[in-house]
């Protein structure tokens, strides 16, 4: 049977971004057909983002911008620039406190996603470029971090199901 393939990717420091990607990867899970890999950042190869259909990224914020070991797998991808095209992503994050960059973390992420000709679906309801939450998330965030899950499972089940 065919399944997509979805890349749940994060750094965590506190614990705070790894239980958004647990509900990232458990939102996924919920979407028929879809095979969900969650890892931490040390732990990712490029082979694996290019084995995926959507690939989702979360990091810390630090200093309104994603983790150093987040940016250091964005610039190894240079290798395998072009190669991404056309897959979906999404990115997520957790910060201190509020006015103190989760938004540029996003985007920070996201204009990698775009750099390598990804598809990001943004949401209309709030939290625009995806999933933010101050210190432990808690039931509300991780509630948005399934839907953002299941949301992006779907668009690339969507763009890739034969």
Request: charged share 25%.
């Amino acid at each position: 049977m065919w399944m997509v393939r979805i890349l749940v990717i994060y750094d965590s420091a506190s614990g705070n971004t790894e239980l958004m990607a647990q509900a990232v990867a458990k939102g996924a899970e919920g979407v028929s057909q879809a095979e969900v890999t969650l890892k931490k950042v040390d732990r990712v190869a490029l082979e694996d983002m290019l084995n995926s259909h959507a690939i989702m990224i979360g990091s810390p914020t630090y200093y309104g911008l994603m983790s150093a070991k987040i940016k250091d797998l964005l610039d190894r991808s240079v290798k395998i620039h072009g190669k991404l095209e056309g897959k979906v992503g999404a990115a997520f994050t957790s910060s201190g406190g509020t006015a103190s960059g989760a938004e540029t973390t996003l985007l920070s992420i996201i204009e990698a996603l775009l750099i390598h000709g990804m598809i990001v679906q943004g949401r209309h309801e709030g939290k625009h470029y995806g999933a933010a939450a101050v210190g432990k998330p808690n039931d509300r965030d991780l509630a948005i971090c399934k839907e953002l899950g299941r949301r992006t499972a779907e668009l690339a089940k969507a763009i890739f199901s034969k």
